[in-house]
């Protein structure tokens, strides 16, 4: 549009240069057989590839867990107008082509040894060193949905104390936070969070077992160069650590090992690329140890639980435990070797233990084992947005915890709880069927406060029929959702996530053609409700910002991790106001169990656990706002266990 | 569908070749139609009829243009302006709604009103900027009698709906394959030249773009440049520049060689651009097929240079502005429109040299090459803000920060596909001038380019075109 121009230069006319051909270009013998190697190339890959594809293609990988159900919702829900069934269409197409399997056989090992170029799913470290990208980054930075996970699995372990079983987590450190001299020194892989996150479980109650101490003394390989797993050496330490944390800090002896075997690494790069075994003769050889113990008879792992009697240690694991073609590892195997023992192993290869987990409770058929060993591997506390969001999925397996009683909803003698807001939708009656149905039962905002550590928990019941539902138990940050399948008719699931909740809502989400009869929400509790002492509230007295009342709580024994203090608040007004509740020890001391911002009406359900061992004699609450009309209302409410 | 996938390449483009070698003569037309329709339906069926609507349209108020024109009765300017009008409707719809709803909004907003209108975003049909454009040259030009009417709605369809070049161009004036539409020839060497095209194209669009394009991204992922050093901005400027010449350039090419080996002579788009010692010359050698329709249908409509030097200015500046916002309902694309219409101005003030035309020649080619990387900049970023950012972060001015280390992470293929991009940019003459020559070495050498190309598609996820999203 620059090109000089004058008015009759300046008539559109298709003057482009276009693209024409010309004889010459075939007109010397070199030219015409260039021409035909040129075509002959084009054809013979275009329709190559298309028949090896059609007539021969090849299976697709299999998928494990969470990324098989994310394929088949993705498949379920393909439709043609908009373009997904099209796009499922091409990733079929791509996960069997035949073509494309032995095509990178050749060329993802060439970009390697050339360029150490690796698919971007992983970063190549030093000394042939493979990483898993996704693994090398920290999911958060507040450390909240870590947590949250500690908090979680603490109240699993505690749950099943109470059924009668251990639970020992195996929290295996990355490889990424382990080989840390082999990481690219423009990565950080934050080996601290792995600390961090051992530090955590066991603050919070988890038992663990730290494999990193016997590790750090090793001097042979932990992790294969190519793959996120283990070595032989690695296992068998991390076995070591196991069994001696089962036998409470008595270090079993080794049986005798045969480590003579050697293998080669190729495998495991063809595996970690994707490959076809066809280039393991491309990738780098290099070689690992393989051991095997010697001697039969010792304890072996077993992949079925005895059909009666008591089960044996069940290790609920991923595919350090079991790999793809359902075999056990060299970890689990030493394991056994180590306690001479069986071992049950209900490991699945994939990278979550929850589906270990669930399938040990559901093939126990109401048996568990004495001991579960847990094995999670890092990156799922360190790595994801949101570690461990399925362990729903383990408590709906569990049988309630004894001690569980009703805390009562609405007005009634004693400590209850608010009744939800109107205009509550999951109510006792048929919902769902033509529609999404989203029903919603939801305890005022600022009214009501309460801990999240499994002081309470929300049972449902129902009949569901068509399908599942979704059910979200609590609020922000981090709701637990879980799945209420057809067949089960009550939901048992902890209110537990972080800190205190303020905004209790539980909703079910019915998807079209699902229909629910459903029958109850109830809230348990293993406080003893009944057996609440009752402040006696003294008169309250101005102060120059508010107001300050004593209630007096009746002789009693020190308290226990687990009490709580209930307390009925009314003041005047409808606008939500500071309020502090101090604690008054018979030593003289005093302590603040809680301040905050309350609604003038509130109820508050303060956990005093870290008061534990002290014995409280009265609670001085003081608030801003005017002088109340009613007095306030306060509970020492024991925990039942 | 893009080209540089399995569904394309192993699938599609086998069951065309082999159903349109197989069609008779008449029915060669129908066929690419009919392929034409499942490659641009692929991703979303539903935008096909928006494609169909379109071509009834135009190719309705055509022949009505022409059969007035031949009947003396008018000249069909009213069916001129309904053709622009649904055209531009289509495309104002389309691929500016949301923008204009945007603005609008914020500027409620700081006016101090809720600014709310319940809006549901409209889907960018893919490729509605190409042929909105082909069909409104098909009606302009009818109107200017400088084309016969399409003998056949087929034929017409065929024209609007070819999928070489239907869904990022290069922009095919009725003009130019109005002949070829009635009858044109198959030859082997025009097949072979096609063959040539095709894969020099995916080369290019493999081997080069894709594998550099992680650098510009790594670079333009940084939050408001915010500690990008000065190093790492240029060079996530520059492998910028690199991907969408050889993105764009390798479909440009792709599309010429699957029209030639339909018989059809597409005009080029790129040659070699970053030769160009100045702003006025790059626009002769980027994207030439949109700057030619821009000339033809805009620049010349507005008056181009007769009317006088300021019109002519004010103009170019224009034509500049609408050219950058058919790139995208974005103010960066408006901007970096007025940027490049700044330049064109500057050097036409200039008697059409630009400021630094006393340079040797190296140097012109280097300061016109820097200048198209700021433009670039404006092109790439998320905003104005971001690019404002980024450039200043070019100059040394960016804001501290956490340090980047876009080159740090560039990977040993990334700087190889780099450094090949550069050397392949100045050293060879453009595709379509080593295509007409087709020396059997070059041709030898670009078959393990084709294939390697072919085993990297598979190797990398889908890439889709940058064009696309115009």
Same mark, same amino acid.
């Given at each position: ?8 230069? #300046? ?24 021409? *035909? ?6 054809? =013979? ?21 969470? #990324? ?68 090398? %980054? ?19 372990? !505690? ?30 892989? !934050? ?45 068998? *330490? ?22 003579? !075997? ?13 490959? #076809? ?10 070689? !690992?140890?393989?051991?095997?113990? =010697? ?83 890092? /990156? ?8 461990? /969001? ?40 048929? /919902? ?47 709701? *637990? ?34 229909? *629910? ?25 101005? %102060? ?30 409808? #606008? ?66 | ?13 086998? &069951?065309?070749?082999? &159903? ?51 009947? +003396?009765? $008018? ?28 603005? &609008? ?6 006016? $101090? ?127 910028? &520049? ?142 104005? +803000? ?11 001015? $960016? ?72």
């Amino acid at each position: 549009m620059s090109r000089s121009s004058t008015s009759s230069s #300046e008539r559109p006319a298709p003057r482009e240069a276009v693209a024409a051909p010309s004889a010459a270009i075939v007109a010397t013998r070199a030219q015409r057989i260039a021409s *035909l190697i040129a075509v002959g190339t084009l054809l =013979l890959a275009l329709f190559g590839s298309a028949a090896v594809d059609l007539l021969s293609p090849a299976t697709p990988p299999k998928l494990f867990g969470i #990324e098989a159900q994310k394929r088949e919702q993705r498949r379920a829900a393909a439709h043609f107008l908009d373009g997904s069934l099209a796009r499922e269409f091409e990733e079929r197409l791509r996960e069997t082509s035949r073509m494309r399997r032995l095509g990178l056989a050749a060329w993802v090992p060439l970009l390697y040894r050339t360029l150490s170029e690796v698919p971007a799913t992983l970063i190549a470290g030093r000394d042939g060193v493979l990483f898993m990208r996704d693994r090398m %980054t920290v999911a958060d930075n507040d450390g909240t949905p870590l947590q949250v996970a500690v908090n979680r699995l603490a109240v699993l372990r !505690h749950w099943l104390q109470r059924l009668g079983t251990r639970l020992l987590v195996v929290p295996l450190p990355r490889k990424e936070a382990t080989l840390t001299s082999a990481v690219p020194p423009t990565y950080d892989a !934050h080996p601290e969070r792995d600390v961090q996150a051992r530090a955590a479980l066991r603050a919070a109650g988890v038992e663990i077992v730290d494999v990193a101490p016997i590790w750090a003394q090793s001097p042979e390989p932990l992790f294969a160069r190519a793959d996120s797993h283990w070595t032989p050496t690695g296992a068998g *330490l991390a076995a070591l650590a196991t069994a001696t944390a089962i036998r409470n800090g008595v270090a079993p002896t080794w049986p005798r090992i045969d480590s003579a !075997h050697a293998d080669s690494d190729a495998w495991q790069y063809a595996s970690t690329f994707g490959l #076809e075994e066809l280039a393991t003769n491309l990738l780098p050889a290099g070689g !690992h140890v393989v051991m095997r113990f =010697l001697d039969p008879g010792i304890g072996k792992p077993v992949a079925e639980p005895p059909v009666d009697g008591p089960l044996p240690i069940q290790l609920a694991g991923t595919s350090f435990s079991r790999n793809a073609a359902g075999t056990h590892t060299w970890f689990v195997e030493a394991l056994a070797g180590l306690l001479g023992e069986p071992v049950w192993n209900t490991a699945r290869a994939g990278i979550t233990p929850v589906d270990a987990l669930v399938d040990g409770l559901r093939r126990g058929k109401g048996r568990i084992a004495a001991t579960i060993v847990l094995e999670l591997p890092g /990156h799922l506390l360190i790595s994801v947005p949101s570690p461990l /969001h399925d362990i729903s999925r383990v408590f709906l397996e569990l049988p309630p915890p004894p001690g569980l009683t009703e805390l009562p909803i609405g007005a009634a003698a004693g400590f209850t709880l608010p009744a939800p807001q109107r205009g509550s939708t999951l109510v006792p009656g048929a /919902h769902g069927g033509a529609e999404i149905t989203r029903l919603l039962a939801r305890v005022a905002k600022d009214q009501f406060l309460y801990p999240r550590d499994a002081t309470l928990y929300v049972e449902l019941r129902g009949k569901l029929t068509g399908g599942n539902a979704a059910v979200t138990v609590d609020s922000a940050p981090r709701p *637990l959702v879980a799945d209420w399948k057809p067949g089960r008719e009550r939901l048992l699931l902890p209110v537990v996530s972080l800190g205190s909740g303020a905004m209790f809502d539980v909703h079910v989400r019915l998807p079209q053609g699902v229909t *629910l009869q459903f029958e109850s929400f109830r809230v348990l509790t293993d406080l003893d409700v009944a057996g609440a002492t009752a402040a006696t509230a003294g008169r309250a007295s101005g %102060t120059p910002t508010g107001f300050e009342q004593r209630l007096a709580l009746p002789r009693s024994d020190p308290l226990a991790a687990g009490d709580c203090l209930g307390v009925f608040l009314t003041r005047p007004g409808a #606008e939500p106001l500071t309020a502090s509740f101090d604690l008054h020890f018979a030593d003289g001391t005093t302590a603040t169990a809680w301040s905050g911002t309350a609604g003038s009406k509130a109820t508050l359900l303060l956990p005093l656990g870290a008061f534990a061992g002290r014995t409280p004699t009265a609670v001085v609450l003081r608030s801003d706002g005017k002088l109340p009309g009613k007095p306030t209302a306060a509970w020492l409410l024991r925990r039942s266990r | 569908m893009v080209f540089s996938s399995a569904v394309f390449l192993y699938l599609f483009l086998p &069951a065309f070749l082999l &159903a349109y070698a197989l069609s008779p003569r008449a029915l060669k037309a129908l066929t690419i139609s009919a392929f034409s329709f499942v490659f641009y339906g692929w991703w979303r069926p539903d935008f096909v009829l928006l494609m169909l609507a379109s071509s009834v349209i135009d190719y309705w108020l055509g022949g009505r243009i022409a059969r007035q024109r031949a009947a +003396g009765t $008018g000249n069909g300017r009213r069916e001129l302006v309904l053709s622009m009008v649904a055209n531009l409707g289509l495309l104002g719809y389309f691929k500016y709604a949301n923008f204009g709803v945007d603005t &609008a909004r914020t500027l409620l907003q700081a006016c $101090g009103f809720a600014g709310d209108f319940g809006w549901t975003a409209v889907v960018l049909p893919v490729g509605i900027s190409f042929y909105t454009f082909q069909t409104m040259s098909y009606t302009i030009d009818l109107y200017r009698g400088e084309v016969r009417p399409a003998s056949s709605f087929i034929d017409f369809l065929c024209y609007v709906s070819m999928f070489p070049q239907l869904v990022a161009g290069p922009i095919v004036r009725y003009a130019v394959v109005e002949h070829e539409l009635r009858t044109r020839e198959h030859t082997w060497y025009g097949f072979y030249q096609g063959v040539l095209f095709l894969q020099t194209g995916i080369a290019k669009k493999v081997l080069l773009a894709d594998t550099i394009s992680g650098i510009a991204d790594r670079a333009f992922a940084v939050p408001d440049a915010q500690g990008l050093g000065l190093l790492d901005a240029w060079l996530g400027i520059t492998a910028y &520049a690199f991907q969408i010449y050889f993105d764009f350039s390798g479909y440009s090419d792709m599309a010429i060689g699957l029209g030639l080996m339909m018989g059809f002579k597409f005009p080029f788009n790129f040659d070699s651009p970053y030769h160009s010692q100045s702003i006025t010359e790059f626009w002769r050698r980027w994207h030439m097929s949109l700057s030619n329709w821009l000339r033809d249908y805009l620049y010349i409509a507005l008056g181009g240079n007769r009317k006088g030097p300021v019109r002519t200015y004010v103009n170019l500046a224009l034509t500049m502005l609408l050219g950058g916002l058919w790139h995208g309902a974005a103010w960066n694309f408006v901007a970096w429109g007025g940027y490049q219409g700044f330049w064109l101005v500057i050097e036409r003030l200039a008697g059409k040299r630009p400021w630094y035309g006393v340079a040797p020649t190296a140097v012109r080619v280097a300061i016109t090459f820097v200048l198209a990387l700021f433009g670039w900049v404006l092109f790439r970023a998320t905003g104005l +803000g971001h690019a404002i950012q980024y450039a200043g972060a070019m100059l040394g001015l $960016g804001p501290a920060g956490a340090p980047t280390n876009v080159a740090a992470l560039t990977t040993p293929l990334a700087w190889t596909g780099l450094l090949a991009a550069a050397a392949i940019t100045w050293t060879l003459p453009s595709s379509q001038r080593l295509a007409a020559r087709a020396h059997p070495l070059w041709v030898l050498l670009l078959q393990p380019c084709f294939l390697a190309a072919l085993l990297h598609l598979h190797y990398q996820d889908n890439v889709p075109f940058l064009y696309f999203q115009f």
